[in-house]
């Protein structure tokens, strides 16, 4: 049986007009990410998450400088030092607006997905799920930030606290730390992109203990496992003007 002609209008690449086209190469993106994911995925399921955070340096690595020297040709942008020219001239302040705007559009993308699941089937599964993210997400990004940093496997604390500083989240929310000691420290956000947003439409906290106990304990443990964390609160729980949660990282005596 012949596949039919696409609901679009037309039956195959060269009958697509430009914007089609555009939004084509789009979707190719899109499905290049997803499959990079995927093989991450499964690369974790057979061989473990230690195995996959190699494979995952190893190939990107590989990859990356391919893709950048096929588009370069295509494209005809400039590559310096590995990246794309554009990326490296580019004036400083404007490399951080660059950033913000990335971290911001990751935080959107999860927010949407939150709902996107929450309309569909309701708050707990949303929640269900967006835990269980969190259990995969900050490990990997923890494992990203400690090669990115050249951190050592076991880093302690001070690893921890430059590390917490090149989250994804560091560059939109407002957050601090306080020293207790050397076996302990404070982490603070005082300043919650999320909740900041439903207090502006006059909603209560959003809920998020539940994720940020996944999302902390797991992001430590990527940088040190020695490294132990306690929720100093978090919402439901009653928290001060100064922050929306806190969590304590410390280290006791082997």
């Given at each position: 049986?012949?596949?039919?002609?696409?609901?679009?209008?037309?039956?195959?690449?060269?009958?697509?007009?430009?914007?089609?086209?555009?939004?084509?190469?789009?979707?190719?993106?899109?499905?290049?990410?997803?499959?990079?994911?995927?093989?991450?995925?499964?690369?974790?399921?057979?061989?473990?998450?230690?195995?996959?955070?190699?494979?995952?340096?190893?190939?990107?690595?590989?990859?990356?400088?391919?893709?950048?020297?096929?588009?370069?040709?295509?494209?005809?942008?400039?590559?310096?030092?590995?990246?794309?020219?554009?990326?490296?001239?580019?004036?400083?302040?404007?490399?951080?607006?660059?950033?913000?705007?990335?971290?911001?559009?990751?935080?959107?993308?999860?927010?949407?997905?939150?709902?996107?699941?929450?309309?569909?089937?309701?708050?707990?599964?949303?929640?269900?799920?967006?835990?269980?993210?969190?259990?995969?997400?900050?490990?990997?990004?923890?494992?990203?930030?400690?090669?990115?940093?050249?951190?050592?496997?076991?880093?302690?604390?001070?690893?921890?606290?430059?590390?917490?500083?090149?989250?994804?989240?560091?560059?939109?929310?407002?957050?601090?730390?306080?020293?207790?000691?050397?076996?302990?420290?404070?982490?603070?956000?005082?300043?919650?992109?999320?909740?900041?947003?439903?207090?502006?439409?006059?909603?209560?906290?959003?809920?998020?203990?539940?994720?940020?106990?996944?999302?902390?304990?797991?992001?430590?443990?990527?940088?040190?496992?020695?490294?132990?964390?306690?929720?100093?609160?978090?919402?439901?729980?009653?928290?001060?003007?100064?922050?929306?949660?806190a969590w304590r990282f410390y280290i006791t005596e082997e």
């Amino acid at each position: 049986m012949e596949q039919e002609p696409c609901r679009a209008g037309f039956a195959s690449i060269d009958e697509m007009s430009e914007t089609d086209m555009g939004r084509y190469i789009v979707t190719m993106i899109h499905r290049m990410i997803l499959h990079h994911v995927i093989w991450f995925s499964e690369v974790g399921h057979q061989m473990g998450f230690d195995r996959a955070m190699e494979m995952l340096n190893a190939s990107f690595d590989k990859s990356f400088q391919l893709q950048m020297k096929r588009l370069s040709k295509v494209l005809g942008f400039e590559i310096k030092d590995g990246l794309p020219a554009a990326l490296i001239d580019m004036p400083e302040e404007k490399q951080s607006e660059l950033i913000g705007a990335l971290c911001a559009n990751w935080l959107a993308n999860d927010g949407i997905w939150f709902q996107t699941v929450e309309q569909a089937y309701g708050m707990n599964e949303a929640k269900r799920c967006n835990d269980s993210c969190w259990a995969y997400f900050s490990p990997v990004e923890a494992g990203l930030v400690r090669r990115f940093l050249g951190l050592a496997e076991k880093s302690g604390l001070q690893g921890l606290k430059k590390a917490l500083g090149f989250r994804m989240y560091a560059n939109i929310n407002t957050q601090s730390i306080i020293d207790e000691g050397p076996d302990s420290f404070l982490f603070q956000m005082n300043e919650c992109r999320v909740q900041l947003a439903r207090k502006r439409k006059d909603l209560p906290d959003y809920p998020c203990k539940s994720a940020g106990l996944v999302e902390y304990s797991y992001f430590a443990r990527a940088i040190d496992p020695r490294i132990k964390t306690e929720c100093i609160g978090c919402p439901p729980d009653e928290h001060p003007e100064q922050w929306y949660c806190a969590w304590r990282f410390y280290i006791t005596e082997e």
